[in-house]
T-cell receptor, first 114, second 115 residues
Framework: AQSVTQLGSHVSVSEGALVLLRCNYS??????LFWYVQYPNQGLQLLLK??????LVKGINGFEAEFKKSETSFHLTKPSAHMSDAAEYFC????????????FGTGTRLTIIP | KAGVTQTPRYLIKTRGQQVTLSCSPI?????VSWYQQTPGQGLQFLFE???????NKGNFPGRFSGRQFSNSRSEMNVSTLELGDSALYLC??????????????FGDGTRLSIL
């Protein structure tokens, strides 16, 4: 079964600094990977997804993630943090078959320091 | 294109009651999944419906049930409510065919509070 581990339940960065949110996956075959963001009192919004077409994936709001098979990682980055990036971020994994469930990590709360 | 709509947004119930939550997926989406989100347990998968059939099920007691209608709209029912059922219940829809690369699109959830 697939699973993801998010390292760091809370991350704080200064406005304008690099954002790095870590996600490692566990899967017997290369999976499909997703990053979602959740703002207070809202549902989850898709940031980006990895589907094996390219290892570097660009998403919305300036975020990107790189799939590294050798490290079983799919870390999320943004070169320059903005106050509006403060939210909770979830990494998720799903297997090749469409009938498999989406499995989420425990989430990382990102705080931006002015 | 309208997004996933969940109703109601907020609900207050007392222990022992039952509740029904509704989810209208994005037009054309045939898969609907339900999640429970709490501060202590995070996002936990409840079940997924595809073409009116339950396709996947999480580890929740039988008090939690769901169904999907022919128009893909889904309802989730919780009977004999307990204090621990207080949570944000999220619904997500996707196209649902074969291929795990289809992302799920989430509604804003129903906040259920049990008194």
């Amino acid at each position: 079964a697939q699973s993801v581990t998010q390292l760091g339940s809370h991350v704080s960065v200064s406005e304008g600094a690099l954002v790095l949110l870590r996600c490692n996956y566990s899967s017997s075959v290369p999976p499909y990977l997703f990053w979602y963001v959740q703002y207070p009192n809202q549902g989850l919004q898709l940031l980006l997804k990895y589907t094996s077409a390219a290892t570097l994936v660009k998403g919305i709001n300036g975020f990107e993630a790189e799939f590294k098979k050798s490290e079983t990682s799919f870390h999320l980055t943004k070169p320059s943090a903005h106050m509006s990036d403060a939210a909770e971020y979830f990494c998720a994994v799903r297997g090749y078959m469409g009938n498999e469930k989406l499995t989420f990590g425990t989430g990382t709360r990102l705080t931006i320091i002015p | 294109k309208a997004g996933v709509t969940q109703t109601p947004r907020y609900l207050i119930k007392t222990r022992g009651q039952q509740v029904t939550l509704s989810c209208s997926p994005i037009s054309g989406h045939r898969s609907v999944s339900w999640y429970q989100q709490t501060p202590g347990q995070g996002l936990q998968f409840l079940f997924e419906y595809f073409s009116e059939t339950q396709r996947n099920k999480g580890n929740f007691p039988g008090r939690f049930s769901g169904r999907q209608f022919s128009n893909s709209r889904s309802e989730m029912n919780v009977s004999t409510l307990e204090l621990g059922d207080s949570a944000l219940y999220l619904c997500a829809s996707s196209l649902g065919g074969t291929g795990g690369n289809q992302p799920q699109h989430f509604g804003d959830g129903t906040r259920l509070s049990i008194l």
